[in-house]
């Protein structure tokens, strides 16, 4: 029967946290307001847990993260964030890196089916997927789409190409 370890490694926090009294005023007091987004209310209250300077009393980056609801990456990945950019980059989401993925409504399901049932191009005596998908692109009906999403789509409408 194998033997399985798991094997638990700890790092050293690489950035250290010293807020100003300024800082730690500002702080405060975005925590004590009534109406601020969770999303910064907790990074803030993690900012000043995790304060090492003359006014806090640090706490380790696994307790703040247990205390807040958090995996210890986030507090890492803030901590970095207020070293490398500042308090207010720090409190603010960031933007995404990857755009969205592209969802495809019930207008382009509407769309390519209406599509489907015209006229199929010169020569051609009917629709195929790929001449759908390439049409739909030629049509700026969409942006790059791939055969499946025009199959899906069809299939969701009950249209059938024979």
């Not at 370890?5 to 100003?20: D, E, G, H, S």
């Not at 390519?112 to 199929?120: N, R, V």
Request: positive net charge; proline residues 6%; aromatic residues 8%.
């Amino acid at each position: 029967m194998p033997v399985f370890f798991a094997f638990v490694v700890f790092m050293a926090p690489r950035y250290k946290i010293t807020l100003t009294e300024n800082e730690r005023n500002q702080l405060e007091e975005l925590t004590r307001k009534g109406s601020i987004a969770a999303g910064k209310f907790r990074f803030a209250r993690a900012l000043l847990l995790c304060d090492a300077g003359p006014h806090g009393d640090p706490w380790k980056v696994g307790d703040v993260a247990k205390a807040l609801g958090v995996t210890p990456r986030t507090i890492e990945h803030l901590k970095q964030r207020f070293v490398e950019e500042g308090l207010d980059e720090a409190l603010e989401r960031r933007a995404r890196r990857k755009p969205p993925k592209i969802t495809f409504d019930g207008d382009f399901d509407a769309r390519i089916t209406a599509l489907a049932c015209s006229e199929p191009p010169e020569g051609r005596t009917r629709w195929t997927i790929r001449l759908l998908a390439d049409k739909a692109v030629e049509l700026n009906i969409a942006s790059p789409v791939s055969t499946m999403t025009i199959h899906r789509s069809l299939k969701k409408t009950g249209c059938n190409l024979t």
